[in-house]
């Protein structure tokens, strides 16, 4: 094994143990007295049959992710011919041996094995060639290999989302999370996961930036975060905190297993780098899924993007193409990781939700007509006022019937670039929009304390178009 070459994994793909067994089956089922042969010798142990010295690499069977130490089938006729050579009697080249098809395309190092303290190290080192074939066939989006992680129950898996200034790319605007413990789960019996109960979710605005810098070509909403409560933190916490999270959620870094956290995301790759360049570390066994190779993959399209195209896919294109529409404003951290992790969810486990999904997984200070809460920093509240001009300021609206509150609207996203919200102005009132594109509102509302959406206007239980006002 002291020399050092490299081979082609094509054509190595007969399992090395799995000749010396057939063989043995072929004797039995043939009745023939092998023990009584002058070649005998070399079928008592698989030790005395690694005494030919066997040429080998180690792969990974495509199919069904399993590593082997495996040889050629030239290497096996030679075997053949010097039991002919040297003992005078023929052996027949049998077909029941195992075949795999190699997943690595890239050269292997090729090893010669004559004993068997050198076939105990080399098969020592087959846990990590499968991982290693394991992280590259999720990372590619391999359904079977994505779908065998959901359906083991024991990983956890998490989302992130960011969202930074289109001025400045090293601004950091927002940080949310959405993560699904899935072991944890199972050992409750609470199998498959609730979106809206069982994923832990989190949504991070940097205060320094909070109300001073709004995406505009993009427009981001910090303070509609659907699914829990924001939390406004200085700019210098954050990495303590990200890496909190995923402190919170990993197994040790084992060489030859993966490791219980599994990084979801779409257009995960560009997560990464931010998270690199912030110095949050993963342990090198994680695994990486790409929401967006994933559903390339599952819908068999060969589309490659050109450099002219965004970096970074559109979440919202991945919604629509799997029939979702979510009732929540996108552009917002934490409802964008919350929505890559359901999307996920529903590619590789589709049965486990409803085929649309409802208003009712969002907090319930979305679904009931309450003023947004201020945020708070190191335990003090924020004045609302100071957050009431925001873009992303919508007045949550209900229609009521008898006195009871009704079905909350569902709100979506038609672009990704889309303004959805317009602040109202006090000075018109007659419910159309301006020259400027400013949306004016009709009926008694108060300075600033409202915002209209074109796409939440509908009319519900006879109301006019703009709904009713605000409790």
């Known amino acids: 094994m002291s020399d050092f070459h490299l081979v082609d994994p094509e054509g190595w793909e007969y399992d090395l143990q799995s000749v010396h067994s057939a063989y043995m089956g072929y004797f039995q089922l043939h009745s023939v007295p092998w023990y009584d042969r002058s070649w005998g010798h070399l079928f008592e142990t698989f030790e005395q049959f690694l005494v030919f010295s066997w040429p080998v690499i180690t792969v990974t069977d ?8 495996v040889t050629r089938l030239t290497s096996i006729g030679a075997f053949l011919k010097m039991i002919r050579t040297r003992f005078g009697e023929t052996l027949p080249q049998i077909d029941n041996m195992l075949q795999v098809t190699p997943f690595e395309t890239a050269q292997r190092h090729l090893r010669n094995v004559n004993d068997w303290t050198t076939y105990k190290k080399l098969y020592a080192t087959l846990p990590a060639v499968a991982l290693s074939a394991l992280r590259a066939r999720v990372r590619s989006g391999d359904p079977q290999a994505v779908r065998s992680l959901w359906a083991s129950r024991d990983k956890t898996f998490l989302a992130v989302g960011f969202v930074w200034s289109e001025r400045n790319g090293q601004t950091c605007l927002e940080w949310g ?31 320094e930036y909070a109300n001073k810098i709004v995406n505009r070509l993009n427009p981001n909403y910090p303070w509609m975060f659907a699914f829990g409560e924001s939390q406004v933190i200085p700019k210098a916490k954050l990495p303590r905190i990200i890496q909190s999270v995923i402190s919170s959620l990993v197994s040790p870094d084992i060489e030859t297993l993966a490791n219980n956290l599994v990084l979801v995301g779409h257009g995960v790759q560009a997560d990464i780098q931010r998270l690199e360049e912030m110095k949050i570390k993963f342990p090198p066994n994680t695994l990486v899924i790409d929401t967006a190779t994933l559903q390339r993959t599952l819908s068999g399209s060969t589309h490659i993007s050109s450099k002219h195209q965004s970096p970074r896919p559109s979440i919202v294109t991945l919604l629509h193409s799997l029939g979702i529409q979510p009732p929540c404003m996108l552009n917002n951290a934490g409802n964008d990781a919350f929505m890559a992790l359901y999307a996920f969810q529903r590619m590789v486990d589709p049965g486990s939700l409803p085929k649309d999904m409802v208003v009712s997984t969002m907090r319930q200070g979305v679904v009931h007509p309450t003023p947004v809460p201020s945020p708070q920093i190191s335990g003090q509240r924020v004045p609302a006022s100071s957050i009431r001009n925001h873009p992303s300021m919508l007045s949550t609206r209900s229609s009521y019937v008898g006195g009871m509150v009704g079905e909350v609207e569902k709100l979506f996203l038609t672009s990704p670039i889309s303004p959805l919200l317009l602040p109202v102005t006090e000075g018109n009132r007659s419910g159309q929009a301006g020259r400027a594109g400013t949306l004016r509102a009709r009926g008694e509302s108060s300075q600033g304390d409202r915002c209209a959406s074109p796409l939440a206007m509908s009319t519900v239980d006879g109301v006019g178009r703009e709904g009713p006002g605000k409790e």
């Open 62 to 69: 495509a199919r069904t992710g399993r590593a082997h130490i």
């Open 177 to 207: 999370y959405a993560t699904v413990r899935c072991g944890h789960l199972d050992g409750l019996g609470a199998w498959p996961p609730v979106p809206g109960t069982n994923y832990r979710k989190g949504h991070y605005v940097i205060a």
